[in-house]
C-alpha cells in the first residue's frame, strides 16, 4: 500500500504536516510506504534525525510548483503541472499510489481529479462528502464544498454517492437520504431542489412498483436543525450550502465548548470526563477530511488550516478505507 501526502499549499507549515507522517508511520504494515509529496526547500529542512528509523517506509517526491489557496483552480492546474497536486493525481490515476491526502486549493484538487481521474458511471460530477456526528450515528453530508452550483440532476447523483458511501460505510442495505432545505414541505426551496425531490422520489417509487430492492430511502426534505438528531444517513445538497452548514456547525462547537470548558470547575469528575467524550465528538481534527467521491480513487481533502491532528486522523482515514477495499464496494453499489 502507497499513501501520497500532500506538504505542500495550505495555510499549514509542511513541518507543522510532516509531524503527522511521521505518527501515521506507526499505522503502516512493513510492506507499506507513505509518499511524501513537497518541494527541495520544504524536505531539506525537515530534520533527518526525525524519522531516521522509519525512513525506509518514508519516500519522497520533489515537486517544483506549488498551488497556492489564492491560485484560480483551472488556471493553476494548466500552468503549475509538476505541483504535488498535479503529480499526485497522475500517480494516482496510473496505480502507483492507493490513496492521496492534501490540505492544499480545494479547486486545484477536484479540478484535478475531474481532470485525470475516470468518474463513475453515471456520474457527472466529482463531490466533496464530510462525515458529522449525530445522536444517533454519523451523516454524511454531500456536497461540502466542491460545486457551487448544481442541477437537480447532480443533486439526485450526489444521493446515489452517498448513500453507496454510507452503505459501506454503516453496513446498512438502505440508507435514509434527505434533502437540505428551508421546509419539509416538496414545493419548498430552489427549482433545482424542488426537481431534484421530484427525481428521488419517483426513481424511488418506480423502483417499488418494479420490486426491486431499495439502495436508499429517500424520506424528503429535511431542515438544518434536523440534521444532527439523525434522521437521516445522508444530507444531500448543493457546495455552497454544504459548506456553510458544515462551518457554522464547526463555530457553534467551537463556541459552545469554549464557553463549558470556562466553566469545568462546576463540573463532576463524571461531568467532565462526559464533557471531553463530547468534545471530542464534536472536534473536527478527530475525523478525517471529506472524500472526493464520484472519482475511480481515494482522495482525502483535509482543512486548509489542518493540525498535524488532522492530517493524521486523515492519513489513518485513506488507510482504513484502501485496506476495506472502499472502491470496489462503491463500483458495485453503484
Known amino acids: 500500500m502507497r499513501i501520497g501526502v500532500d506538504l505542500m499549499g495550505s495555510d499549514t507549515s509542511p513541518q507543522v504536516l510532516f509531524e503527522a507522517v511521521l ?27 526525525l524519522f531516521l528509523n522509519k525512513k525506509n517506509q518514508i519516500e519522497f517526491r520533489i515537486v517544483k510548483d506549488v498551488i497556492s489557496m489564492s491560485d484560480e483552480p483551472l488556471l493553476a492546474v494548466r500552468q503549475k503541472k509538476k505541483s504535488s497536486i498535479v503529480l499526485a493525481i497522475k500517480e494516482l490515476k496510473k496505480r502507483s499510489l492507493d490513496a492521496f491526502v492534501s ?19 453515471g456520474i457527472q460530477r466529482p463531490a466533496l462528502l464530510a462525515v458529522l456526528p449525530t445522536q444517533k450515528s454519523s451523516v454524511a453530508v454531500i456536497d461540502v464544498g466542491g460545486n457551487i452550483s448544481c442541477k437537480a440532476h447532480h443533486l439526485a447523483q450526489f444521493a446515489e454517492i452517498g448513500s453507496a458511501y454510507q452503505a459501506c460505510n454503516l453496513d446498512i442495505l438502505a440508507p435514509k437520504v434527505g434533502l437540505l432545505n428551508i421546509g ?62 458544515l462551518k457554522t456547525a464547526e463555530g457553534v462547537a467551537s463556541f459552545i465548548f469554549d464557553e463549558l470548558a470556562n466553566s469545568q470547575n462546576a463540573f463532576s469528575n463524571e461531568g467532565k470526563k462526559y464533557f471531553e467524550k463530547l468534545q471530542g465528538q464534536f472536534n473536527y481534527a478527530e475525523y478525517p477530511g471529506a472524500i472526493i467521491s464520484g472519482i475511480d480513487g481515494i482522495v482525502i481533502k483535509c ?28 463500483k458495485d453499489r453503484l
Open 23 to 49: 505518527q501515521a508511520v506507526d499505522l503502516l504494515e512493513s510492506s507499506d510506504t507513505l509518499v511524501i509529496f513537497a518541494t527541495r526547500d520544504v524536505v531539506d529542512s525537515l530534520s533527518v534525525n
Open 103 to 121: 490540505a492544499g486549493n480545494t479547486g486545484a484538487l477536484i479540478a484535478t481529479c475531474a481532470l485525470y481521474l475516470t468518474k463513475f458511471p
Open 184 to 245: 419539509t414541505e416538496s414545493k419548498k426551496g430552489t427549482l433545482e431542489v424542488r426537481q431534484a425531490y421530484e427525481m428521488l422520489k419517483d426513481k424511488q417509487n418506480e423502483n417499488d412498483l418494479k420490486g426491486l430492492k431499495r439502495k436508499m430511502e429517500f424520506v424528503g426534505n429535511i431542515e438544518g436543525k434536523d440534521v444532527f438528531q439523525g434522521k437521516v444517513d445522508v444530507l444531500v445538497t448543493s457546495g455552497v450550502t454544504g459548506n456553510v452548514l
Open 303 to 330: 482543512h486548509g488550516y489542518a493540525t498535524a491532528r488532522a492530517m493524521y486522523n486523515s492519513i489513518k482515514g485513506a488507510i482504513t478505507l484502501h485496506r476495506k477495499d472502499f472502491l470496489s464496494k462503491i
